[in-house]
């Protein structure tokens, strides 16, 4: 390697203090500090799914991607599929009619709520976080 390149990155430097020693070349900070925000925010993601369901009533929770496809589930299989699949389109489509009517104002909640569950849908940019709950008079299911 010439003495005026920089090594690439995960190549070994050769001109490292002690001859024969070679270093490794450390990440760009930039890779690190995204690295460090993506491991803050699952944590960040982790303790609301916690929070959310520690509440009375709380069914399970349900992310999704904006494609529809769950990242994430406390929910039985088939009820993940069902809610990311029925769920998620419905909140895109109010998102959309939401930013139609005021491109100002954007969609921060979605509640449906039946005679047994409520829905609380909340998008965010690049997913989709649905709580399911019981409704208050709704029967214990036994």
Known sequence: MAEDQEPKEGELDS??????????VNRRESEIGRDKRASANRAEAEETIKRIASHRGIIGTVITNNDAIPIRSSMDKEGTQQYAAFVTPLAQRAKMITLNHDPKNELTMLRI???????????????YLIAVQKTSHAPDPA
């Open 113 to 127: 709520r039946t005679t047994t569950t409520e829905m609380i849908v909340t998008p965010e940019k690049e997913y």
């Open 15 to 24: 001109s490292a203090s002690k001859p024969g020693a070679p270093k490794l």
